[in-house]
């Protein structure tokens, strides 16, 4: 099976950015896996992404620059802070 291309998610543990990440998680044919940017992996939204099988990395400060440097890595992002 082919690798699936990751899309790194800042706001997964939000509304928004949680709900792309469990629809992705979901679709198991659609060959993407997600990378979830928080500030606080402890966090219980965190916690309850990475129990889901997400891989779950901290970021302190998601800036422009940072997440940049995400997509040229992940080809692809969202963003809904
Ligand atoms: N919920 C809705 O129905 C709705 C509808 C339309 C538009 N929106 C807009 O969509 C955006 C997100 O809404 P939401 O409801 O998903 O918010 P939320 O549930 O409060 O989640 C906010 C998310 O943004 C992240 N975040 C907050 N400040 C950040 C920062 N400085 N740098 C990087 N990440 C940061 C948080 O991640 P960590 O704390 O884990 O780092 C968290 O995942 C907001 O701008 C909101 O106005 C929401």
Known sequence: MAEKKVIAVVGA????????????LTDADG???????????DSDAA???AARDLDVVRELNPRL???Q?????????????
Do not use: C, H, M, Y
């Open 13 to 24: 543990t939000g509304a928004q950015g949680g709900g792309l990440a469990r629809a992705i």
């Open 31 to 41: 060959g993407f896996a997600v990378r979830a940017l928080t500030r606080n992996p």
């Open 47 to 49: 916690r309850k992404l």
């Open 65 to 67: 620059q940072t997440f």
């Open 69 to 81: 440097r995400w997509l040229s890595e992940n080809k692809d992002g969202f963003a809904n802070v």
